[in-house]
């Protein structure tokens, strides 16, 4: 599978986060705090939602295991920052160089994607990760749960030094 590398421009987004990892996953939560508010963002760009995970700069993902924290954030892009609604709070992607990965399946079957991206095909690419958020965009062809769902996995790269 190869990805796809894109440039992205810095993206503004507003939704809600927690602090979890792997062993103590929230997501379903985050997801089920965020939906039934996410009309009240008023100046969203599209109707695509950013699953995004925000990890320590000093991680090495070699060392990523069940209990390595990260903050996980809902989100969608906003124009602006000027109408948060209560209860979300605003958060600025930063641009970059991403590696582009479309995944076809359930979220519980992506250990295998994870693996192949940075077991494969990260070490024998011409990049480096970068330390800049992780994220998914789940557009139209997402499908909670479902075997047929697809989603973009964006991952943050630069040339390897």
Excluded: C
């Amino acid at each position: 599978m190869t990805p796809r590398i894109e440039e992205l421009p810095a993206k503004k987004l507003v939704g809600k986060n927690r602090k979890m990892a792997l062993a103590n996953n929230q997501t379903r939560d985050l997801w089920q705090s965020f939906m039934p508010h996410r009309k009240a963002i008023r100046n969203a760009v599209t109707t695509d939602l950013f699953s995004l995970q925000v990890y320590d700069p000093t991680l090495d993902f070699r060392d990523f295991g069940p209990t390595t924290e990260f903050v996980k954030w809902a989100a969608v892009e906003v124009t602006d920052f000027d109408a948060i609604p209560d209860g979300m709070e605003s958060f600025l992607l930063p641009g970059g160089l991403y590696a582009v990965f479309l995944y076809r399946g359930r979220p519980a079957d992506f250990a295998n994607m994870f693996h192949y991206i940075f077991g494969v095909w990260l070490p024998q690419s011409a990049y480096q990760l970068d330390q800049r958020p992780h994220f998914e965009l789940l557009g139209a062809n997402y499908k909670n749960d479902d075997p047929a769902s697809e989603e973009e996995v964006w991952i943050p790269i630069r040339p390897r030094m």
